[in-house]
């Protein structure tokens, strides 16, 4: 029991939940899975009758079980706090016919919060329960999101570091200063001259530099990352399912029991996975819809069974989920194989070495059992952010609205249907002012967000309407071969 998690490709070596989330990727390239997912269901009537933290302490407890309950507890409050503007942390709200799960009330507007406030934590107490001691420094690319709620998560959480790297005048206004103001002792951020992927791989080539590894290991120090395929940012999604569910039954939308659907936003496949977790772990759910933008290469494997990430990549207003390759789907294959290592690693052989591959009809099968699919693309984006404002009163943003187009045009099953909701719309002012047919072309990030409240007449989010106020702290911009450098120096300044 004790040892849960072993590798997608490789089920030999198994390690504890503490030892997964502080390695993040098994050693082999595959992803921590365990087979335990499901074996045992959880109670709805309990989960019905707790609050967000008595949901998320159930989830966590049976995910990661060789954390105590005193850890768990403990890791719970200290995420879900006063840095969510309610206690609710993920509030439900009806929209239309349908319901809204909103996953944007932390501190950093988006969903990323949800898991990466939990994350850190989950590590520092790894860190010292089950780790060798070592400080650990994060290190992340980020295209815009990730960065700042990474940043948000590990400041001041002992025995961690974090940087983050953003491709300099490539992020929008708000999105820069969200990270250049960001407070904390431990927090390093970095502009460098180059585009996203030109950081990503600088990230990938510091990560496999055994030199800069052995001098940190001299300081203590081991360099970690925050990417969305730790288990320890996926078990925290699964809690908001199991609460959405509850909340539903607590609205009298669905009598205990009763399955319903979810559309989700869909980038790197996450946030639907952890959907996927809860149905097996009892939550009744009907379909699990995946939304995607114009980068729709998970539509087209759904409907076919064959995944191809060659294509053109297409910049969209939902940048959170401009991905061609969905690194999250590999958990899915292992479970839709029964289990199969050596099929799941020929699939992911064949997609790095043909950038293609196709599952068994036994596997389309059950995919499509439980997933259903669709996508929208820019224009219809903006259609629906207008028509959700004009004719339901609900403001929603670019990730949302894709969501939600594709939502109402699938069937309508008899079920109760939720819609999930992974960005405050003020995040992404310019383009939600534009869909509403009052864009303004070149304006900044703060006159975008004052003409959407006040055509709304609702006001921004705390966090992002006083970024005007904050002073900016971290001004550095280097080039690429400099990030390594950077890096070095960050540590030994943090620890
Ligand atoms: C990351 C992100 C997504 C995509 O989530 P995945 O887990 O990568 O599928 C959708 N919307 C927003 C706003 C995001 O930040």
Not at 209 to 215: I, T
Not at 335 to 363: F, H, N, Q, W
Not at 370 to 398: N, P, S, V
């Amino acid at each position: 029991m004790s040892n849960f998690y072993h590798s997608t490709r490789n089920d030999n070596n198994s390690v504890t939940s503490k030892q997964a989330i502080l390695t993040g990727i098994a050693p082999d390239g595959g992803l921590f899975v365990s087979d335990a997912v499901g074996q045992k269901k959880l109670d709805l009537a309990t989960v019905c009758a707790g609050s967000y933290h008595d949901v998320a302490r159930l989830v966590l407890g049976t995910l990661l079980p060789d954390y105590t309950a005193e850890e768990i507890a403990a890791c719970v409050a200290g995420a879900y706090g006063p840095k969510f503007d309610t206690t609710e942390v993920t509030p439900v709200s009806p929209l239309g016919q349908d319901w809204l799960l909103e996953l944007y009330h932390g501190p950093t507007c988006a969903f990323k919060d949800v898991a990466l406030q939990m994350l850190p934590r989950l590590m520092s107490v790894a860190r010292k329960t089950a780790g060798d001691g070592r400080n650990v420094m994060i290190v992340t690319a980020t295209s815009g999101d990730t960065g700042k709620a990474a940043l948000d998560g590990f400041a001041d959480v002992e025995g961690t570091g974090v940087t983050v790297f953003y491709p300099a005048g490539k992020v929008s206004d708000i999105q820069r200063l969200q990270m250049v103001t960001q407070r904390g002792a431990n927090v390093a951020v970095c502009g460098i001259r180059g585009n996203f992927d030109d950081a990503q791989t600088e990230v990938k080539h510091i990560f496999a530099d055994a030199d800069l590894a052995q001098r940190l290991l001299g300081q203590n120090v081991v360099l970690s990352s925050a990417n969305s395929i730790n288990v320890g940012r996926l078990v925290p999604q699964v809690t908001y399912y199991f609460y959405a569910y509850a909340r539903l039954v607590a609205a009298g939308a669905v009598k205990l029991g009763e399955a319903i659907d979810f559309c989700v936003p869909t980038g790197n496949f996450g946030d639907v996975l952890a959907g996927y977790y809860a149905k097996r772990m009892g939550l009744p759910v009907g379909k699990l819809v995946v939304a995607s933008n114009a980068n729709n290469v998970l539509t087209d494997f759904i409907t076919t069974g064959t995944y191809d990430r060659q294509r053109p990549f297409v910049k969209t207003i939902s940048p959170s989920m401009d991905i061609l390759v969905s690194s999250n789907l590999e958990r899915l294959l292992y479970y839709l194989s029964g289990g199969d290592c050596e099929l799941v690693a020929s699939y992911m052989r064949d997609l790095a070495e043909k950038g293609r591959y196709t599952v068994s009809p036994a596997i389309l099968e059950r995919l499509q059992q439980t997933f259903a699919c669709g996508f929208a693309d820019d224009d219809a984006t903006r259609a629906t952010i207008r028509a959700t404002w004009q004719e339901e009163g609900k403001l929603i943003d670019t990730h949302t609205a894709v969501a939600k187009n594709v939502l109402d045009a699938f069937p309508r099953q008899g079920r109760a249907r939720v819609c999930l909701s992974t960005a405050s719309p003020f995040k992404f002012s310019a383009d939600v002012l534009d869909a509403l047919g009052h864009g303004m072309p070149g304006a900044d990030g703060f006159a975008c967000m004052d003409k959407l409240s006040q055509l709304t007449g609702i006001p921004a989010p705390k966090p992002l309407f006083e970024l005007r106020e904050l002073p900016e702290r971290h001004l550095d911009v280097c080039d690429r071969d400099q990030m390594g450098a950077f890096v070095e120096s960050a540590c030994a300044r943090v620890f």
